[in-house]
């Protein structure tokens, strides 16, 4: 069974950084795209930022300069760089990995953004 374990979440004040983490346990991620999504508290989850097997980006409009998603095959790891963090930012951050006809998905790592 894929396993993608998410870590990095935290308490960050505004205008603060965080790099998660996410780790699979299968070498299914060799041959998955990657995601980031987040779901903030009453609101649906949305997309964050996505990363393909030969790493071509893709990101939400209000993360574009502010986020980094990138991958490491090596370590079977997605990672997202978190710059300049606002309060709206605070959500629970989920990881997954997909391609045509699977997708898994992490447990979650809470952000929160708070002064």
């Known amino acids: 069974q894929v396993q993608l374990v998410e870590s990095g979440g935290g308490l960050v004040q505004p205008g603060g950084s965080l790099r998660l983490s996410c780790v699979a346990s299968?070498?299914?991620?060799?041959?998955?795209?990657m995601g980031w999504y987040r779901q903030a508290p009453g609101k649906q989850r949305e997309l964050v930022a996505t990363?393909?097997?030969?790493?071509?980006?893709n990101y939400a409009d209000s993360m574009k300069g502010r986020f980094t998603i990138s991958r490491d095959n090596a370590k079977k790891t997605v990672y997202l760089q978190m710059d300049s963090l606002k309060f709206e930012d605070t959500a629970v951050y989920y990881c997954?990995?997909?391609?045509?006809?699977?997708?898994?998905w992490g447990q979650g790592t809470q952000v929160t953004v708070s002064s």
């Open positions: 990363i393909t097997t030969s790493g071509n980006t």
């Open positions: 997954k990995a997909f391609n045509f006809g699977y997708d898994y």
């Open positions: 299968e070498t299914i991620f060799r041959i998955s795209a």
